[in-house]
């Protein structure tokens, strides 16, 4: 059974920092790609960032030199550091796992900006 558990989310002033973690169990972490996503309400869910089980990166541009996705395939966890965090970053965020045709995704943390 695959799980993805995320933790950290939370409320935070503007300008401030979050980080996310994403615990993994039932898959073999190393192989997948880890990305996060983002869904606020009334809006479709967004790609924020996501990276390779060989550590290559990717961002959404409304995110990138503000957040930083790692990940520790010895711990199967992938984190989301979020930076310089703005009321527009506002949304549950959702852990996923992708190999080819397999998809998983977590239940969501919420993360609120505001002042």
């Known amino acids: 059974q695959v799980q993805l558990v995320e933790s950290g989310g939370g409320l935070v002033q503007p300008g401030g920092s979050l980080k996310l973690s994403c615990a993994a169990s039932?898959?073999?972490?190393?192989?997948?790609?880890m990305g996060w996503y983002r869904q606020a309400p009334g809006k479709q869910r967004e790609l924020v960032a996501s990276i390779t089980g060989g550590g290559s990166a990717n961002y959404d541009d409304s995110v990138k030199g503000r957040f930083t996705i790692s990940r520790a395939n010895a711990k199967d966890t992938v984190y989301l550091q979020m930076d310089v965090l703005r009321p527009e970053d506002t949304a549950v965020y959702y852990c996923?796992?992708?190999?080819?045709?397999?998809?998983?995704w977590g239940q969501g943390t919420q993360v609120t900006v505001s002042s």
């Open positions: 039932g898959i073999i972490f190393g192989i997948y790609t």
């Open positions: 996923n796992a992708r190999r080819m045709t397999l998809f998983y």
